[in-house]
């Protein structure tokens, strides 16, 4: 019977996923759950309804069993358990989410939050997985994961607070300037960039699911090109970051 349960493979753990593992792991405190701890019963139903919401479903799909075998893969990344004989079956992005956040607490508790917000929400939910094909190739998943990453680009793409920023923007004045670059579409295409320009919303990624509505000061303006570079890898730079980056890449 094992046997043919696993021919059919789970789908291997996301970054969001492990965000929530990680999170379990620190609260535990390096105590040991059972698997019918509370705790574990409960992300292993929240990962369960995640999976659901892309059409994937299956019995031993994220069970409690493969929770708790998922937080004893991230104690093998624990430098407090470095003797002890973990289990060595830790991959690449468990490395990265643990010094993504291991050491900042805060965050990590923040961040999983958000995410597990996001998951409970129905809307949210289905919004971030009709959306989720919307990223280009060469745009980077945030270090917070794909359902804050695509809820990110949902917000920022809202035409009509676009549409409200921009106009806000050139009544005070009087163009539409990158905020990082200060490249000016109209200045260099003439009428054909009138316009034109595109805006990235600044706020932490783990505020998105508490703060539906989009202020116009969530919103920076900035060119195409800039755009890119911010989310083209981890972590993404923020505008003054972006802003130093191109001042230092012209100093030849
Ligand atoms: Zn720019
Ligand atoms: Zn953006």
Redesign the pocket.
Known sequence: MAKTEKTKRNPPWTRDEIILALDLYQKLEGTWPAPEDTRVQDLSHTLNRLWRAQGVDGVTLRNPNGVKMKLMNLRSHDPAFEDVDGLKAGNRLEVEVWNDFAGQPQHLRETAEAIRLAIMDNTLLSTAYVKNDALSSEEMDAPEGRILTVMHHSRERSRKIIQAKKKAVLTKTGRLA?E????DFAQQYGDRGQGFIECHHIKPLCDLPKETRTRLDDLAL??A??HRMIHAQRPWLNIEELSDLIGSGCMY
Do not use: H
């Not at 990082?180 to 490249?183: I, K, S, V, W």
């Open positions: 990158c990082a670059c200060g490249f900035v060119c090109n800039c």
